[in-house]
């Protein structure tokens, strides 16, 4: 009937309208997944954070407040990461953008707890989740920054599965999102992990990095070289996370422009 065709068309023309809305509304917030271990969480010296910073927000599992650091609560001695100096370069190259963290890292943990089904995954998940829900109109959820493996350098069995988990885990983290293109910045280790004691198979998992961001893109691996440890041949020093934090955002601009 002529009624039936009116219906159809108005459905059409609001369907249309709201497609041009959604496209049209201005992202106000980017938000970043922080995941991985300590180097991800942070074991800088708090006196050398740049947080806070005015549009520099942090998800507290049940509300967005400001973001300073230590982001995570992971450990006593969870302190300065990456995170803030990536927030202030990120900050001062799109000004009109609020910098949004989902902060889930845990230190000493292996990838075995990040796959699908295991703890942290199904937290960072949880998180992520509960974040976005609570978001105003114009957020995106933009990445998600990582920096794991030390935990797997330690036994032929971690290390020779680390490739398989961690595409396991992309994937299945990007489907529970809906975010089939959701970019993963990779951090390599610290190139004086292969020091550590316990990491015989360090190379391993440097390899995997190498080896998987080819195959999980849109993705991008970042180097470490020239950044130094704070003394122990596990953590970065200060510095060293300022220098990171500065060359995840460019690959990340990198890989998205």
Not at 97 to 102: A, K, P
Request: hydrophobic share 40%; with cysteine.
């Amino acid at each position: 009937s002529l009624q039936f065709l009116y219906f159809i068309e108005d459905s059409e023309t609001a369907i249309a309208q709201q497609q041009l809305s959604q496209r049209s509304v201005r992202v106000r917030m980017k938000v970043f997944v922080l995941m991985g271990q300590s180097n991800m969480s942070g074991r800088g010296d708090l006196k050398d954070s740049v947080l806070p910073i005015k549009g520099v927000k942090k998800w507290d599992c049940n509300k967005w407040v400001e973001a300073v650091e230590p982001l995570h609560f992971d450990a006593p001695k969870a302190a300065m990461g990456l995170a803030g100096k990536f927030a202030e370069v990120a900050r001062a190259a799109e000004e009109e953008v609020e910098i949004g963290f989902v902060a889930t890292a845990v230190g000493g943990t292996s990838i075995e707890r990040w796959v699908p089904g295991a703890d942290l995954y199904e937290n960072a998940l949880k998180q992520t989740k509960l974040a976005l829900e609570s978001c105003p109109d114009g957020t995106e959820l933009t990445a998600v920054l990582w920096h794991q493996g030390e935990s797997d350098c330690d036994t032929e069995e971690r290390a020779s599965k680390y490739s398989e988990r961690f595409i396991s885990m992309v994937k299945e983290f990007r489907l529970a999102l809906d975010s089939p293109s959701l970019p993963f910045i990779v951090g390599e280790l610290g190139k004086f992990v292969a020091k550590h004691e316990p990491s015989v198979f360090f190379s391993r998992i440097v390899e995997s990095h190498a080896k998987v961001v080819p195959q999980i893109q849109p993705a991008a691996l970042v180097s470490s070289d020239g950044l130094s440890d704070k003394g122990d041949s596990l953590h970065f020093e200060s510095s060293a996370f300022h220098e990171f934090g500065k060359r995840y955002y460019a690959a990340y601009r990198k890989l998205v422009q």
